[in-house]
């Protein structure tokens, strides 16, 4: 059975991936996405190429009724991790939780019921997630930034956001409207890591 060709050209899909930048939290204001719209970012991430089809990450969606709980558990895993933390750090890592209009945590499943798809695939498999995310959200005119950092994973997180024990929080995933933007950076050249065998 063939697939549907659409009329999306090369031309219009590389633009559009050139469109996309990473834009930091604290540049994102509202609005964010309206409910059509975050139903589509997730419709984008169903989408993913996905070995053994595990599906092996979920999305969590932060409420601004949680944004409190998650800030908290910021400043707890900082505290943890620096028992001499400065109160402007404490304040800027509470302050995290309230940056972006919309807040999406992701999550990686290790469990085994297929252990001969490993890790790195399922990691792979949600990168390629969020990405098609990344791009639906330009596509409709959203900014779109990453973030990490050694909370992900920490107890408090993991908590807050119920986490199995198969289950490692990655990044989250910040929606909005752009308010600013650092210029766009140069892109390696793929005869930088492209070669032939
Ligand atoms: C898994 C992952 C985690 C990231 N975490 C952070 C982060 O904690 N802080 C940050 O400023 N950017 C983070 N980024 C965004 C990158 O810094 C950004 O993608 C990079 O600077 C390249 O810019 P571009 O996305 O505009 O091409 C992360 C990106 C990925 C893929």
Known sequence: MTTKTTQQTPSNLLELMAARKNIAPKRLVSPGPDLHQLELIFKAASHAPDHGQLNPWRFITVPDSKRNALGSAFVAALKTRD????????????????????????????????????KAERLISLGCAIQNMLLMAKSLNIGSGITSGQAVNSKYLRELFSLSELEEGICFINFGTIESEKPNRSRPNPSSFVSSL
């Open 83 to 118: 028992s001499t933390a400065t109160q402007e750090q404490i304040d800027a890592s509470y302050s995290k939780a309230f940056r972006a209009p919309c807040i999406v945590f992701s999550t990686l499943n290790l469990e085994q019921s297929n252990p001969q798809i490993p």
